[in-house]
């Protein structure tokens, strides 16, 4: 008789990889997901009390819905000892006791009980904590955007708590508790058994004012978005004003002040030289019309590192003029605004020989560098100004970020991904989300973006150097659940022929230019000549080398033959995440892969026998260092032959 | 809804059909009283509880230890009504808030409070002080003035072989008469729960009782999931047939994979519980008693059901109706009808 413990899931302590494949050995495991939900709190001003005994404080309250045991947060401004957390010793229907530890006069307090719903879809314990059987859960999601296709998916969770006893009637319309829902949080964990160590975090969010909370006769149901609905948000977002500025044109009232980063000193437009706009800012003072006022010029919302002001350039009726250094003045501090002198204000620059005053619709540009990083990467680190966009204009702080962000902001090598090396630069004007731009800047350098399984912002790359060899997670046929393994093949990225567009400049708001047309013969002539163009942007880069190198890699890539996989894999696949790679040993039916490689597209959380729900994207045909296919039709990959097209 | 207790019928003089004591003296009561026929022991038991200057009056029940029993109203729980002021331990009656442990582990979200005691599930648990396994006490407060009496008691626990477990009622909240006394003794080798089963029919009403635990070598800390006690209503006579199913189901989570496997989630096991009832006469108490069960614990409130006294845990369960059985009734005359149904109780409810 064997005396190894079959049941490990009854012992086991710690969830890792070890543990869940010991437990696999086995093919069973106790796996609980619970779910913390922030109610609507008591909440109460100037509540009066009085004393019951030294340190023992009683309010009075009709139908307080307090319990000994919650906790009060008191504050006080006629008796300060009452201030601090207290917990109930007692209670009536209409009043508690608060056992103070002070001894606080009489008087008012403001007091606030947090009160938080635990719930599960089982009785259950993890660590000190219990949570209630209330509510099935849904499948909970954490994707990364379509390639080349830059966008966050968010994880929307809709749960329904069961209130048939009416238990949670104090939280509704009519309640003691009733108060507003939304922002409220929500945490959704899982691990194993009641092992409160080994649970993570695989929803944070808050209930969002769409879909909101609702009721029904048995249930209160409410809609939660994760915490990066933060990055959800458009940015510039200070406007041009008439308080700011009463002098401001009709047309450029309501304008947003620009976002400004990187170096535009340099590959700008050929025929006016500089690129950003500035905006005249009292265009409509009678002073400036009649040119006996400077004229005022914004260029930003954020400050700059510096402004060229031998760049000043004036377009009118398409001619172009270059204003004379000596007429740019007042230039402030943070290098975003400054004034330009006029006929009569002591200007000497002549347009068509005259001295210059201003006329509605006349058009300015400058050359500048924008904001100052201040860092010790370059202002001109594509990450370094992701990075910074998504600090200054959304609630994320740097704990959100995961640390990838320093390791890929100062990869240096190779050349084609060397992040440290490539240029790039920002100019915002009208609004856009700032998670959708920071993933297309990324993009740009083959780096997505994702939500990690700690909940923080990740980065990882397209690069070929970086993909795993070897991989150390095998998915065999005992990983899938039985039907659902689907492969299909990935239309939208596969092309043989591609073009690069880059520099995108503000005052044209045209990419400015376009690398050659790079094209794998090799898979072209697999399909009979048949050629699949793909037109990449760049708007972001500017350096000629940089955007051939990221165009030529981006062609290897998707010239390989790409399958996305739809899998649903047991819970042994639990600590994977977005990012990972998986090593595919699957033969099921026609569908056969050995030693294949995949990445990890999507993560979801089905509570239905704790499985994961995977989209993988499958890179077979796709050699790269340390994976070589052996496959014949290889005409992908890392070594793929690109040529350009002449 | 609380149970509904009939009585018997009242007749007067001469109309008593059966002798008993005098005529007079039932009659002047106004009640009859049926205890059995020819030669059957019916170990009938008679409680006196108030008397008048017209006479007696009687709580009259038959009483046994070995018929199937089920306790549907838990008195362990206090009572009923909200509004009453505080009970003992300075919580509010009528709100579950009626137990008072000598110790509980710290829980940030309070989540050993002693209340747990009192909930359906069984899972949600009391749990003593770190390392406290000695010197328990946990005091009820029925909030019931006149006090309960008990028949039967279920404690759910962690406790260990050589646990020492003693029920002690009173009629003062300290404790410090004692009234009711029994030593409970420790859970068994196979399962988790103590039962008490009272010999006699308990005569004395006690409105605190106490448990008081001592442990010492068990390895974890001491965990109460549910206690339920009070007075059973008891079967007599008739009963179920002797074919009992007793079904345990595993709760799992189940992937089938490609691997020709199933890998799976183990969520717990329940037990469920069938009983055959045969040819329960429509004219006797038993069979009203189980209707009487059916509209007020319905398929919603779980009940304790002790089929075998004798050996009460073979086939305890605490657990719900999973449907109202369907009756069939062998009707041959107004007064001759034998009811026939099957019951299943499901602890996974």
């Known amino acids: 008789m ?36 922030e109610a609507p709190p008591f909440e109460e001003v100037a509540l009066p009390f009085t004393i019951i005994s030294p340190g023992l404080v009683q309010f009075t309250k009709v139908g307080h819905g307090l319990e000994t045991g919650n906790t009060v947060t008191a504050s006080s401004s006629t008796s300060p000892a009452m201030d601090g957390d207290h917990s ?52 909970v999601k954490r994707i990364m955007g379509e390639w080349l296709s830059p966008t966050l998916e968010f994880s929307t969770v809709s749960i ?28 959704i964990r899982m691990g194993l058994r009641d092992v409160a160590s080994t649970y993570t975090t695989i929803f944070s969010g808050s209930i969002t004012d769409i879909g909101g909370v609702g009721r029904t ?11 990066f609905d933060k990055v959800n948000v458009s940015f510039p977002s200070n406007t041009i004003t008439t308080t700011a500025y009463p002098d401001i044109e009709d047309s450029i009232e309501g304008e947003l002040k620009p976002v400004i980063y990187g170096d535009w000193t340099t590959n700008l437009d050929e025929k006016t030289g500089a690129s950003i706009p500035c905006l005249p800012t009292n265009g409509a003072n009678a002073g400036v019309l009649a040119g006996t006022t400077n004229l005022d010029l914004l260029l930003s919302d954020n400050a700059n590192k510096s402004f060229d002001i031998a760049s000043v350039t004036l377009v009118r009726s398409d001619t172009v003029f270059l204003f004379n250094s000596a007429d740019v003045t007042s230039v402030s501090a943070n290098n975003n605004d400054f004034q ?59 704990a959100d970020l995961d640390a990838s962000w320093a390791t890929y902001k100062a990869k240096s090598a190779p050349a084609q991904s ?70 299909k093949v990935d ?138 296919p052996g496959h014949d039709g290889i005409v992908g990959g890392y070594n793929a032959t690109i040529t350009e097209e002449v | 809804m609380a149970l509904v207790y009939k009585t018997l019928g009242y007749l007067q003089f001469p109309y008593l059909s059966i002798p008993y004591g005098t005529g007079g003296q039932a009659a002047a009561q106004g009640c009859q009283f049926f205890v059995g026929r020819g030669d059957l022991p019916v170990g009938a038991q008679f409680e006196l509880l108030q008397g008048f200057g017209v006479g007696a009056q009687f709580n009259v029940r038959l009483y046994n230890n070995t018929n199937l029993r089920i306790l549907c109203e838990f008195p362990s729980r206090g009572a009923a009504v909200t509004g009453g002021g505080n009970n003992a331990w300075g919580n509010p009656m009528g709100r579950g808030l009626n137990w008072n442990a000598s110790t509980t582990a710290a829980s940030g979200t309070n989540s050993f409070d002693v209340k747990n005691v009192n909930t359906d599930i069984v899972e949600q648990l009391w749990r003593a002080g770190a390392g406290v396994k000695t010197g328990i006490t946990l005091d009820c407060d029925t909030e019931l003035a006149q006090g309960i009496s008990v028949d039967t008691f279920m404690m759910k626990s962690n406790l260990s072989t050589s646990a020492t477990v003693r029920l002690i009622g009173s009629t003062v909240s300290n404790f410090s008469s ?40 068990n390895p974890e800390d001491i965990e109460i999931g549910v206690i339920v006690f009070g007075e059973s209503i008891i079967f007599h006579q008739e009963c179920f047939v002797d074919q009992v199913k007793l079904t345990k189901t595993n709760f799992v989570d189940s992937i089938p994979t490609a691997g020709f496997t199933t890998v799976q989630n183990d969520r717990g096991i329940k037990k469920k519980l069938n009983l055959e009832f045969k040819s329960l006469d429509y004219n006797k108490a038993n069979y009203p008693a189980m209707l009487n069960i059916f509209d007020f614990a319905r398929t919603v409130l779980k009940c304790l059901w002790v089929p075998t006294p004798e050996y009460p845990k073979r086939f305890m369960i605490f657990g719900k109706l999973t449907k109202i059985p369907q009756e069939t009734h062998n009707v041959k005359a107004r007064d001759i009808d034998y009811v026939n149904f099957n019951l299943e109780v499901d602890e996974a409810r």
């Not at chain 1, 329904?160 to 945490?187: A, C, H, M, T």
């Open chain 1, 340 to 398: 330009l002198k006029q006929e009569f204000s002591g200007g000497v620059t002549l347009i068509d020989g005259v001295k210059y005053i201003y006329k509605s619709g006349d058009k300015f540009l400058c050359k500048m560098v924008g904001k100052d990083l201040g860092g010790v990467f370059d202002d001109d680190n594509i990450v370094s100004q992701a990075e910074d966009i998504i600090l200054t204009h959304s609630s994320l702080t740097g």
């Open chain 1, 160 to 187: 329904s708590l069961s209130n048939v006893d009416g238990s949670l009637n104090k939280f509704l319309p009519g309640g003691i508790n009733y108060g507003g829902w939304f922002q409220r949080s929500v945490k």
């Open chain 2, 178 to 217: 004692v009234g009711f006394d029994e030593q409970l003794g420790g859970t068994g080798s196979n399962d988790d729960e103590i039962l008490y089963i009272a010999e006699d029919l308990p005569l004395d009403k006690f409105r605190y009782w106490r448990l008081e635990i001592a442990d010492a070598t």
């Open chain 1, 418 to 487: 060397a992040i440290a090396g490539i240029k790039s630069r920002v100019y915002v004007k009208e609004p856009t989300k700032v998670i959708t731009y920071v993933l297309s800047m990324f993009e740009q350098v083959r780096l997505e973006a994702f939500l990690d399984r700690n909940l923080k912002l990740k980065i990882t790359s397209l690069h070929f150097e970086d993909f795993p060899d070897p991989i150390p997670f095998a998915v065999e046929n005992w990983d899938i659940e039985d039907k659902q393994f689907k492969p």
């Open chain 1, 491 to 628: 239309v939208r990225n596969n092309f043989n022929v591609a073009q690069g567009l880059f520099n995108l400049l503000p005052g044209t708001e045209e990419n400015n230019n376009k690398t050659p047309r790079y094209r794998n013969q090799a898979t072209i002539d697999q399909n009979k000549g048949k050629t699949i163009a793909q037109g990449i942007v760049f708007p972001n880069l500017y350096v000629r080398a940089d955007v051939i190198n990221q165009t030529i890699e981006i062609l290897r890539l998707a010239s390989s033959y790409f399958e996305i996989i739809n899998s649903t894999q047991t819970w042994r696949s639990l600590l994977l995440d977005i990012g990972d790679f998986v090593s595919l040993n699957v033969e099921i039916g026609a569908t056969v892969f050995s030693g294949a490689p995949a990445m990890i597209r999507q993560i979801g959380y089905s509570p239905k026998g704790r499985k994961l729900v995977l989209k993988l994207w499958s890179f077979q045909m796709l050699p790269y260092p340390g994976y070589n």
């Open chain 1, 217 to 227: 006769i048995k249930s209160i149901d409410m809609v939660a978005r994760d915490d």
């Open chain 1, 88 to 139: 109930i010793t007692s209670f009536t229907d209409d009043t508690f006791q608060l056992n103070t530890g002070g001894t606080p006069a009489a008087g008012t307090a403001d007091c606030l009980s947090l009160i938080t719903i635990y719930a599960s879809d089982e009785n259950i314990y993890v660590g000190d904590t219990f949570y209630k059987a209330l509510l099935n859960f849904p499948t």
């Open chain 1, 2 to 37: 064997s005396n190894s413990d079959r049941k490990q899931y009854l012992n086991i302590t710690t969830l890792d990889q070890d543990s869940l494949d010991q437990m696999h050995d086995n093919l069973v495991t106790k796996l609980g997901l619970v779910i913390e939900i």
